[in-house]
């Protein structure tokens, strides 16, 4: 079946840097849409970046433009999201999810597949 597992999670200082990685398996990775998606202690679910699986097309909300970049791994399956400048208010749980198909979307709900997060915590 279908599994995105996270990995890569833990705490920072505001300005440092994480690397988040997602292990995709249960699915034909060509032609696929991941995505990293975020939310933080009572708020919505924010979509961050996505990358389109067979061309490397990527696309980042505003909020981590410049900061933070996704990029895959095809022959792994794995798809990473480079977290850098970080600061207090990018603390959350941070999801890895698939749709099939292309359509660089940061909407949740156009994801059909999630994993269970890995939680970054950037204290100031």
């Known amino acids: 079946q279908v599994q995105l597992v996270e990995s890569g999670g833990g705490s920072v200082q505001a300005g440092g840097s994480l690397r988040l990685s997602c292990a995709a398996s249960?699915?034909?990775?060509?032609?696929?849409?991941l995505g990293w998606f975020r939310q933080a202690a009572g708020k919505e679910r924010e979509g961050v970046a996505c990358?389109?699986?067979?061309?490397?097309?990527?696309y980042y909300s505003d909020s981590v433009k410049g900061r933070f970049t996704i990029s895959q791994n095809n022959a792994k399956n794995m798809v990473y999201l480079q977290m850098n400048s970080l600061k207090p208010e990018d603390t959350a749980m941070y999801y890895c999810?698939?749709?099939?198909?292309?359509?660089?979307?940061?909407?949740?709900?156009?994801?059909?597949?999630w994993g269970q997060g890995t939680q970054v915590t950037v204290s100031s």
């Open positions: 990358i389109y699986t067979r061309e490397g097309t990527t």
């Open positions: 999810a698939a749709r099939r198909g292309y359509s660089l979307t940061l909407q949740s709900e156009q994801y059909n597949y």
């Open positions: 249960g699915f034909t990775y060509d032609n696929m849409c």
